[in-house]
Each structure stands twice: as structure tokens, then as C-alpha cells.
């Protein structure tokens, strides 16, 4: 399996927290990517990065930032957790090039009550 | 159109049975193409990639068809343990490679 860990696993939240997501990759990857799945929506993606410091909103960014200060690890982080945002995250990786695969992350199972 | 389509199912198929199930693509220019696997609470993992003249692993096979923009999955012989959502991932063109698609999947429940 390729090396790539989310943490935590599971957390429950307050409305109005903020909350980080950690995702942590041994790989060397140069791609990261944040995504939430949601029953009926299949996987959204967030943001993501393409380098180090290089990042890029995707198509559900609203109340969501993040961070890639170093490859290894890229942060996701909701400045105010709002109910909507009580999801699946799986952060994945992968290498440039039109024809590789990505990789994903167990997954963080975050509700905000 | 949108950039990646699959019927989202529940195909429910008794276990020996052949299933197959499509996937749209709206960007011609698209590379690469993949089949992902997803388990009910877990990640996505590769199931298998799909190349130009179609390729088989055991009891599946994958088929482009470039001239109509889709892609399909076949599986024989299904088992019980077959049962999960297949996404579609559509690599974009060589110029952003960064970005990739992923169909919202389609369910498989294997009767037995």
C-alpha cells in the first residue's frame, strides 16, 4: 500500500471550531488532493496542491483552507466547522504525468454537532 | 454534459452472473483512463486501468472507445465479494495533468 496516512481517523466537532485535517505521505508525490464524499455527490473534490506552497481551489472550497508547507504533508483546515461540513475526507496523491494513478488515504470521518 | 457520467445504479446481479456497466467522459482530449474500487466506508483503491486496445485482468475486462467517449468495465462470473462501488477516473490532457475526474460511482450488490 502506498505510504500515505490521515489523522485523525475520526473526530467529533463543535459548530464554529476550527478543525485540521493532516494528511501525511511518504511517497514523494507530487500531487495532493483533499476531497469530501457525501452520500448522492460521489467524491467533491476541495483543494489541492501541485508543489510545495502551490495550491489550488477546487469545486466545494468555500470554508476550507489549506497548506503544503513541505511535500510530505498537506494540511486541510475548516476556519469556522459549520454542520454542512460533517463528511468523509480522503486525501489522496499522486505523481505528474497523464497516465498515473492516484492514491488515497483512509479517511477522516468528521461530524459537527 | 458533464465531465464524467456513470448510472449511479444499484445494479443488483446474482452471484455468476456477467454485469457490465458504462461511464461517459465529456473531454476528448483525456488520456488516461482508470476503474476504481470503493468498499462501503473505505478508500478508493485501483481496480484496473484501461488502455487503448482493452485489457483483462482475471474476471474483468476494460474497454475505451474513444469515438464515443466512454469507458466500460465487465465483470464474469461475479462473486459475493465483488460487491462495491466502481468509480471512473478520467485522467485530464497532458497540458493539466493535475487535475483528475472521478465519476460519483456505480453500486454493485452481488445476490447470492
Known amino acids: 500500500d502506498a505510504g500515505i496516512t490521515q489523522s485523525p481517523r475520526h473526530k467529533v466537532t463543535e459548530t464554529g471550531t476550527p478543525v485540521t485535517l493532516r494528511c501525511h505521505q511518504t511517497?514523494?508525490?507530487?500531487?495532493m488532493y483533499w476531497y469530501r464524499q457525501d452520500p448522492g455527490h460521489g467524491l467533491r473534490l476541495i483543494h489541492y496542491?501541485?508543489?510545495?506552497?502551490?495550491?489550488d481551489k477546487g469545486e466545494v472550497s468555500d470554508g476550507y483552507s489549506v497548506s503544503r508547507s513541505k511535500t510530505e504533508d498537506f494540511l486541510l483546515t475548516l476556519e469556522s466547522a459549520t454542520s454542512s461540513q460533517t463528511s468523509v475526507y480522503f486525501c489522496?496523491?499522486?505523481?505528474?504525468?497523464?497516465?498515473?494513478?492516484?492514491?488515497f488515504g483512509q479517511g477522516t470521518r468528521l461530524t459537527v454537532v | 454534459r458533464k465531465e464524467v457520467e456513470q448510472d449511479p445504479g444499484p445494479f443488483n446481479v446474482p452471484e455468476g452472473a456477467t454485469v457490465a456497466f458504462n461511464c461517459t467522459y465529456s473531454?476528448?482530449?483525456?488520456?488516461?483512463f482508470f476503474w476504481y474500487r470503493q468498499d462501503c466506508r473505505k478508500e478508493p483503491k485501483l481496480l484496473m486501468s484501461?488502455?487503448?486496445s482493452g485489457n483483462e485482468d482475471g474476471r474483468f475486462t476494460a474497454q475505451l472507445n474513444r469515438a464515443s467517449q466512454y469507458i466500460s468495465l465487465l465483470i464474469r462470473d461475479s462473486k459475493l465479494s465483488d460487491s462495491a462501488t466502481y468509480l471512473c477516473?478520467?485522467?485530464?490532457?497532458?497540458?493539466?495533468?493535475?487535475?483528475?475526474?472521478f465519476g460519483k460511482g456505480t453500486r454493485l450488490h452481488i445476490l447470492p
Open positions: 473531454n476528448s482530449a483525456s488520456q488516461s
Open positions: 484501461v488502455y487503448s
Open positions: 496542491s501541485y508543489g510545495v506552497k502551490d495550491t
Open positions: 511517497e514523494n508525490h507530487r500531487y
Open positions: 489522496a496523491i499522486r505523481d505528474p504525468g497523464a497516465d498515473t494513478e492516484a492514491f
Open positions: 477516473v478520467v485522467n485530464p490532457p497532458v497540458n493539466r495533468d493535475d487535475k483528475i475526474i
